[in-house]
């Protein structure tokens, strides 16, 4: 189980995954724009932290809670919204790389701990969204930990293991949906187990009983959300992402193998051939510790056929919790390979071999995010389409300067989940000189309030590329202030002003 007998070159090891960890999630983590979605959970975070009463904000769209109130504390210490939430994956992040030692560890032995930290350290697809104001890396660490002490529950089936795996179930529950398949992946965990025992019944009642105590805490933790009315939204949200089983049972197959192969796409382009061949090669390289391969396999290979077979609207961010055990797998291998190397120059060659396609990915996506050779569905959302927020931080920056001259008003075409009606409430919401609101749905013809205001002080309307709403206000009496493109992409984002 645990130890802690910690030589030198470990604390020095240690010391480098930790600086080399925080220079690659740290360095450069505010160029990249504010995405729609960031811009939400943010906003939701800012109303949570002053008012208790919208504690469950994030439930009125159908999102569970965790992200949102462990942002609004680091909110009290860290003055940039968007950054703050940027740091809760930072965190998250740093939790699941220590997850994923013990992890490696408690499987194949110490060493491939350690490069299995490494990996996640420099796997392209970590790297994105530990930088990010997301859910995502949260669920990564609910993922990685709720594996961990799954693996340890069916090996040692201590009460004490119970309730932290049901601790942990239970946080990953409240992150997200997909915390849910933790609780149903439990069952493989018994690949684990000792069946040549000669009480093996007996033990394997225990564990069914120290198992149903953990996924107890989960639904427990799960059920504090019926302190809010808008629990039932999730279930509605959830049915836009993933048919429900009344829906597939229609066309079972339909969208399977496209759903498969974009999502194989997606796996592909950010894991690298080379770090696929690792991860392929551990079931070869070394004929032991086969049922420990086949539970972190299990945990990559049926929630991807699941998601596969139910996905409606997929996102390669959906994916990303799967590939964590691919990654001990991968450190596995390069474990075997690197033993059998008599020179050290031998073992560096081959290292760099097999991370050079990595630490390439990894420097584009810090210095040049637009261009970086990720999935398109990731480079068009974050910086390149129309969710992105380029452009964003000039206005905003703009809008402040004018208010210092007197009161001013901007409207924002759209409300709900509309990037420049967030970015203002959430950068500009304390402003006394700016009034602020958002229009919905847009007129062909300005609203006569905004005429009104035009009268007495500057009219702003901030569009981010929406190209519904940009059609309707071309008869319009605006005039173009500012126009910033978003990354490399035809998308824009725009500051005009009523001209009366």
Same mark, same amino acid.
């Given at each position: 189980?645990?130890?802690?007998?910690?030589?030198?070159?470990?604390?020095?090891?240690?010391?480098?995954?930790?600086?080399?960890?925080?220079?690659?999630?740290?360095?450069?983590?505010?160029?990249?724009?504010?995405?729609?979605?960031?811009?939400?959970?943010?906003?939701?975070?800012?109303?949570?932290?002053?008012?208790?009463?919208?504690?469950?904000?994030?439930?009125?769209?159908? $999102?569970?809670?965790?992200?949102?109130?462990?942002?609004?504390?680091?909110?009290? +210490?860290?003055?940039?919204?968007?950054?703050?939430?940027?740091?809760?994956?930072?965190?998250?992040?740093?939790?699941?790389?220590?997850?994923?030692?013990?992890?490696?560890?408690?499987?194949?032995?110490?060493?491939?701990?350690?490069?299995?930290?490494?990996?996640?350290?420099?796997?392209?697809?970590?790297?994105?969204?530990?930088?990010?104001?997301?859910?995502?890396?949260?669920?990564?660490?609910?993922?990685?930990?709720?594996?961990?002490?799954?693996?340890?529950?069916?090996?040692?089936?201590?009460?004490?293991?119970?309730?932290?795996?049901?601790?942990?179930?239970?946080?990953?529950?409240?992150?997200?949906?997909?915390?849910?398949?933790?609780?149903?992946?439990?069952?493989?965990?018994?690949?684990?187990?000792?069946?040549?025992?000669?009480?093996?019944?007996?033990?394997?009642?225990?564990?069914?009983?120290?198992?149903?105590?953990?996924?107890?805490?989960?639904?427990?933790?799960?059920?504090?959300?019926?302190?809010?009315?808008?629990?039932?939204?999730?279930?509605?949200?959830?049915?836009?992402?993933?048919?429900?089983?009344?829906?597939?049972?229609?066309?079972?197959?339909?969208?399977?193998?496209?759903?498969?192969?974009?999502?194989?796409?997606?796996?592909?382009?950010?894991?690298?051939?080379?770090?696929?061949?690792?991860?392929?090669?551990?079931?070869?390289?070394?004929?032991?510790?086969?049922?420990?391969?086949?539970?972190?396999?299990?945990?990559?290979?049926?929630?991807?056929?699941?998601?596969?077979?139910?996905?409606?609207?997929?996102?390669?961010?959906? +994916?990303?919790?799967?590939?964590?055990?691919?990654?001990?797998?991968?450190?596995?291998?390069?474990?075997?390979?690197?033993?059998?190397?008599?020179?050290?120059?031998?073992?560096?060659? +081959?290292?760099?071999?097999?991370?050079?396609?990595? +630490?390439?990915?990894?420097?584009?996506?810090?210095?040049?995010?637009?261009?970086?050779?990720?999935?398109?569905?990731?480079?068009?959302?974050?910086?390149?389409?129309?969710?992105?927020?380029?452009?964003?931080?000039?206005?905003?920056?703009?809008?402040?300067?004018?208010?210092?001259?007197?009161?001013?008003?901007?409207?924002?075409?759209?409300?709900?989940?509309?990037?420049?009606?967030?970015?203002?409430?959430?950068?500009?919401?304390?402003?006394?000189?700016?009034? $602020?609101?958002?229009?919905?749905?847009?007129?062909?013809?300005?609203?006569?309030?905004?005429?009104?205001?035009? $009268?007495?002080?500057?009219?702003?309307?901030?569009?981010?590329?929406?190209?519904?709403?940009?059609?309707?206000?071309?008869?319009?009496?605006?005039?173009?202030?500012?126009?910033?493109?978003?990354?490399?992409?035809?998308?824009?984002?725009?500051?005009?002003?009523?001209?009366?």
């Amino acid at each position: 189980m645990l130890s802690f007998k910690i030589k030198k070159h470990e604390i020095l090891l240690g010391i480098s995954a930790v600086v080399l960890y925080l220079v690659t999630r740290l360095y450069n983590i505010m160029s990249l724009p504010l995405f729609t979605d960031e811009a939400i959970y943010t906003r939701w975070s800012q109303i949570a932290r002053f008012d208790p009463n919208w504690r469950f904000i994030s439930l009125t769209d159908g $999102k569970q809670p965790l992200f949102v109130w462990i942002d609004m504390m680091f909110m009290r +210490v860290i003055s940039d919204p968007l950054l703050s939430g940027r740091i809760v994956s930072v965190f998250a992040g740093f939790l699941t790389m220590i997850g994923l030692y013990f992890l490696g560890k408690e499987l194949f032995g110490k060493r491939v701990g350690i490069i299995t930290v490494f990996l996640y350290i420099l796997f392209p697809f970590s790297l994105v969204y530990d930088r990010m104001a997301l859910y995502d890396s949260l669920v990564v660490t609910g993922a990685v930990w709720s594996l961990f002490f799954e693996i340890l529950l069916v090996k040692y089936k201590r009460l004490d293991l119970s309730l932290i795996l049901g601790m942990i179930l239970g946080a990953s529950v409240l992150t997200k949906t997909s915390g849910f398949l933790f609780i149903y992946l439990l069952p493989f965990s018994l690949l684990l187990f000792n069946f040549k025992s000669k009480n093996r019944k007996d033990l394997l009642i225990k564990w069914g009983i120290l198992a149903a105590i953990s996924v107890g805490f989960a639904y427990l933790y799960y059920s504090v959300q019926r302190l809010s009315p808008y629990l039932h939204i999730v279930d509605e949200k959830n049915a836009i992402f993933v048919y429900p089983f009344s829906e597939w049972i229609i066309h079972p197959l339909r969208f399977f193998w496209g759903n498969l192969k974009g999502m194989w796409d997606w796996v592909l382009t950010y894991t690298t051939w080379p770090i696929l061949i690792l991860i392929l090669s551990s079931f070869f390289i070394k004929i032991k510790f086969t049922r420990e391969k086949l539970i972190l396999f299990s945990w990559f290979i049926f929630p991807f056929i699941a998601l596969a077979l139910f996905g409606n609207i997929l996102y390669p961010r959906f +994916v990303l919790f799967m590939t964590m055990p691919l990654l001990v797998l991968a450190a596995f291998s390069m474990n075997e390979i690197l033993k059998r190397l008599k020179r050290n120059y031998y073992k560096v060659f +081959v290292v760099g071999v097999f991370i050079g396609a990595l +630490v390439y990915l990894d420097y584009s996506i810090i210095n040049n995010f637009a261009r970086a050779r990720i999935p398109y569905l990731d480079s068009e959302q974050y910086v390149n389409g129309w969710p992105a927020g380029g452009g964003t931080n000039e206005i905003i920056e703009y809008l402040r300067k004018e208010s210092k001259k007197g009161k001013i008003y901007v409207a924002s075409l759209g409300t709900f989940g509309s990037l420049p009606t967030y970015a203002v409430e959430i950068y500009l919401g304390d402003n006394k000189n700016i009034g $602020k609101g958002g229009i919905y749905p847009v007129p062909s013809e300005m609203p006569k309030d905004l005429l009104e205001k035009a $009268k007495t002080m500057p009219v702003y309307i901030f569009v981010s590329n929406q190209e519904e709403f940009e059609k309707q206000i071309t008869t319009w009496p605006i005039k173009e202030l500012l126009k910033y493109q978003k990354g490399i992409g035809k998308s824009y984002a725009y500051l005009y002003e009523v001209k009366i």
